[in-house]
Every structure is written in C-alpha cells, then in structure tokens.
C-alpha cells in the first residue's frame, strides 16, 4: 500500500491538501495517508518547523504531498526557526534537486491571463527549476562594514555536478516533450552563470536532438510575456526559476493553477505542492483555489505512483472544470475550495 504523507503546512496549505486528497482518494483506494506538521504549524506544535517527526515520515512516505509555509506572525524568528526552513530543509534532506513547474493555460482561462487572450493561448510551457543549490543554500550571514554599516550576504554558488544534473533533467524534459530547451541564466554578470552555461553546453553533446537556446534572465522575463508560445522547456537556477514560475502563472491564469513536482535523482520520489505560498490573507475563509494542489497531486500519481492513467484522469476533471465555466476568486468567480474540488470529484466519473 504506497504511504503519502500530508504537509498542509500554513495558511491555505491545510485547505488546499483537504481537497487534494480527497481526490486522491476519489482515483486510487489503495493509498495509506499519514499526516504531520509543518512550517508555522510545526513550530507552533513542536518548536520547530521540520520537527524530526515529520522529516522521518517524509522520508519513509512514497511520496509528499505538501501544501505551503509561511506567516508573517514569524517574521522576526531567526532564518533556521522561519516556516520557509521547513520548505528547505525537505528539499535539500531528501535530495529533491529537480523541480518540474509546468504552466499551461487551460482553455477557458484567457480572460485571467494578465496577456493579451491570443499570445495567451500559446502558453504550454514546462520550468525545470534547480532546487539545491544557489543563494538558497550559499553561505549567509550579517555583519558590519569597516564603516560601520550594517551588512548583509548570501553567496550564490553551484558546482558543475549539481548543474549537470539539472540539466540532464532539462534535455530530457525537453526529449519527452517537444524538442526544445531554453536554459536561462545572467552569464553577461555572474560567474555562477558563466560556469552553468559552461555545463549546459557540454551536457548538450549527449543530446544532439535537442534545440538548446539560451537567454538572460531578464530577457527571458521580458520573453514570457512577449512572446511564451516560443518556450517549451525552461531549465534555470533556484532562485531565477522561483521568480519565473510565478511570473508564468500569471500568464497562465493564476498562481492558484500552477502544480509543481520536487524530484531526486530516481525521478520517482518526490514532494509535491502547489507553487503558491500560504495566503494568510485569505486563510480559512474558503477562498483559495485548489487546481493547483489537485494538478499536484495529479503529479504525484504519474512520478511517484508510475500511475499515469489516473493522473490524466484527474488533470482532465480540471481541464473540464475550468472549460465549463467553475471559477474560484483569483480566476474572477465565487466558488469556494470546497464548491471548486466538488467540480472537479464530479467530473471524475
Ligand atoms: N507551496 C509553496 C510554498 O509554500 N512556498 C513558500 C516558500 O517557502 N517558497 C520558497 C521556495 O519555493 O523556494
């Protein structure tokens, strides 16, 4: 019996893990559901954001299913106590190294996009965000200039292996999808990039099928919005494919709609979430928009579950949802979380 575990975590994490399991539970009846504390919540519970309870039912869990961290109410705890550590420390303790953020635009949702509907439509896009490395994992620190300025510091590094990975990850991405590979760095600046774009090219020996392109980060910014339909694969660095996603699933409707996968080096394991953080604005007033936990948990059956059927089964229940009109408040409608999973559990048949 495959065990998932459930971090709901802060905010809308709890609502939107609610309805995602529910259809979990709706496509596969053989699935044993354990659930732990994370974030906030952890710290709260048990003093600690990832308590040791937790790490180790993520660790014997056959997949993670996981909602969102983050409250401002912990914005003056240390960096090691914040709910985000959690977030982290998951990804780095389990290896999860390649993360896959697809952003499509579901027919229906052109007038949410914040583009014009006909460059809307062209978005189909997958961004393979790097998630072990960079200044997320840099050495950091405070301290004080010479002149008695306060300071502060988060190195930006990667070292060729961990950029090889990732970029196997991206040409493969890419084989399995439509041939092409944007790999998105600032090279003109950052010697992190110089080196990336190094590793790139040489990776690209091993894929002579693949179009490999590449562009500055903040062109590709500039590209996304211009142009997205030009895109198929995107593979970029932790913080460059952080700030991406969001800015894509803006272009594809909402950042409610956007699912993600975290992935190791089985491409099997993984932590699933949606790519949006915890809302605490809009927290327990059934607001918030589940398509991207339930498009998550659509992942986790087709990764980590090798059940590819079921996980088409429930991306077409959203698909059909979101065509026939079922609109939660960031998509301009009114249904609940709860009304929108309904939507999508009746259109699974
Ligand atoms: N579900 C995503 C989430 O909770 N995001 C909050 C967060 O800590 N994000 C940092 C990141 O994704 O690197």
């Known amino acids: 019996m495959p065990l998932i575990a459930i971090l709901p975590g802060d905010g809308i994490g709890p609502e939107v893990t609610a309805a995602a399991r529910r259809v979990l539970e709706a496509v596969a009846s053989d699935l044993e559901f354990a659930e732990a504390p994370?974030?906030?919540?952890?710290?709260?519970?048990?003093?600690?954001?990832?308590?040791?309870?937790?790490?180790?039912?993520?660790?014997?869990?056959?997949a993670i299913l996981f909602?969102?961290?983050?409250?401002?109410?912990?914005?003056?705890?240390?960096?090691?106590?914040?709910?985000?550590?959690?977030?982290?420390?998951?990804?780095?303790?389990?290896?999860?190294?390649?993360?896959?953020?697809?952003?499509?635009?579901?027919?229906?949702?052109?007038?949410?996009?914040?583009?014009?509907?006909?460059?809307?439509?062209?978005?189909?896009?997958?961004?393979?965000?790097?998630?072990?490395?960079?200044?997320?994992?840099?050495?950091?620190?405070?301290?004080?200039?010479?002149?008695?300025?306060?300071?502060?510091?988060?190195?930006?590094?990667?070292?060729?292996?961990?950029?090889?990975?990732?970029?196997?990850?991206?040409?493969?991405?890419?084989?399995?999808?439509?041939?092409?590979?944007?790999?998105?760095?600032?090279?003109n600046v950052l010697e992190t990039s110089q080196l990336w774009r190094d590793v790139v090219i040489e990776v690209a020996a091993d894929y002579p099928d693949i179009e490999l392109s590449h562009l500055y980060v903040d062109n590709a910014a500039m590209q996304l919005v211009r142009d997205p339909g030009q895109f198929d694969v995107i593979v970029t660095g932790n913080l460059f494919g952080d700030i991406l996603s969001d800015q894509a699933s803006m272009c594809a409707g909402s950042i409610g709609m956007l699912p993600s996968a975290a992935l190791g080096a089985d491409g099997k394991k993984g932590m699933f979430e949606p790519i949006h953080g915890s809302a605490p604005d809009i927290a327990g007033q059934g607001k918030a928009n589940p398509c991207a936990a339930i498009l998550s948990a659509a992942m986790l059956l087709r990764y980590s579950l090798g059940r590819g059927e079921a996980a088409d089964r429930v991306e077409q229940a959203v698909r059909g949802a979101i065509a026939d009109g079922a609109r939660t408040p960031d998509l301009g409608g009114s249904l609940s979380t709860d009304a929108m999973a309904e939507q999508v559990l009746e259109r699974l048949g």
């Open 67 to 187: 909602g969102a961290v983050g409250d401002f109410r912990f914005d003056t705890l240390e960096r090691a106590l914040r709910p985000e550590a959690a977030i982290l420390g998951l990804r780095k303790e389990l290896s999860l190294f390649a993360n896959l953020r697809p952003a499509v635009l579901f027919e229906g949702l052109e007038d949410a996009s914040a583009l014009r509907p006909e460059v809307a439509r062209s978005i189909d896009l997958m961004i393979v965000r790097e998630l072990n490395g960079d200044v997320y994992f840099g050495e950091k620190g405070r301290g004080t200039t010479a002149d008695g300025l306060r300071e502060g510091h988060d190195l930006m590094r990667y070292d060729e292996g961990e950029v090889r990975r990732i970029a196997r990850v991206g040409f493969e991405t890419a084989r399995a999808r439509n041939g092409k590979l944007c790999s998105v760095d600032k090279a």
């Open 38 to 62: 994370v974030g906030g919540a952890a710290y709260e519970a048990k003093g600690h954001p990832l308590p040791e309870s937790t790490l180790d039912l993520a660790r014997k869990a056959d």
